[in-house]
């Protein structure tokens, strides 16, 4: 089996609205597109019988997009309602995403400032492998999964696109 792309990633949270907040308000994504899924393909899709979810996708401006045209799916499930998960970082299965900055520092300020929660105090200057001159750092969304910012070391491609290296937008 080829797989030729990613679709998307996908969230559950508990409180699909303040989600929405967190990651459009603070980290700076879009709203692409809002439903509410009620009906049989959806039941047949999850897993459980009369599944009511109400699901978001978001985008980052201006960045490269697949076929689905969204980077983070968020999905709240209505019915069944489940349970808080330990999604910590540690944890098999735990989810993590990572996004890129041009300044780790100041949008740590920024968002410091706002109430989000990081695991360090200050960015975390990177010492070995490829990102070695960079800087990270892990901070969690109102549901506790984890998220890093990257700040690359300068004149490191942000990947590819086609086979070309992709440098900073």
Known sequence: MAFNGIWHTSFTVSNIDESIRFYCDLLGMELHHYQVQQNEYTSLLVGYKDAHLKVAMLKIPAAFVGPSNHHLELVEYVHPRGEKTDVATNRPGAPHLA?????????????????VRFKASEPVSIQAGVNAG?????????????????????????GTLHGKEVLKP
Do not use: C, N, S
Request: hydrophobic residues 45%; negative net charge.
């Open 99 to 115: 996004f890129v900055t041009e300044d780790i520092h100041q949008e740590f300020a920024r968002l410091k400032a706002a109430g």
């Open 134 to 158: 960079g800087f990270t750092i892990y901070f969690l969304d109102p549901d506790d999964i984890t998220l890093e910012m990257l700040q690359p070391p300068a004149g490191r491609p942000w």
